[in-house]
């Protein structure tokens, strides 16, 4: 699951002024043999939550289905956010809640 954020200017700004004041106060060579190591170690541990998320599925399918159902409903209740934004007048159809239903005694 990717989490997108659009880039705040004034952040991206503070960030970068960071950066350049401690390859003053560090070195460059000590910085970026730090921040390579830094990024490496960040995509290892992306990749091993990735590898864990694909176990996941195979080891217990039925968790693996409620994450997949639960995204999917996520993004179609997005979309219909997005058209009503686009389109002011629309009203998206929203899904009727089923509590009652799922309440009920059934032999």
């Known amino acids: 699951m990717k989490i997108i954020s659009l880039p705040d200017p004034t952040l991206k700004n503070l960030s970068q002024e960071i950066i350049e004041l401690l390859k003053k106060l560090v070195g460059l060579e000590n910085f970026s043999l730090s921040f390579a190591f830094v990024q490496k170690q960040a995509i290892q541990r992306r990749a091993k939550r990735k590898k864990q998320r694909a176990l996941q599925a195979v080891a217990n399918p039925e968790i693996a289905t409620k994450r997949k ?16 934004f686009l389109r002011p007048g629309y009203k998206a159809k929203k899904q009727r809640s089923h509590a009652l239903k799922d309440l009920a005694m059934v032999e």
Do not use: C, S, V
Not at 69 to 84: G, M, P, Q, V
């Open 69 to 84: 159902l639960k995204r999917h409903k996520n993004k179609t209740e997005a979309k219909k956010r997005k058209i009503e």
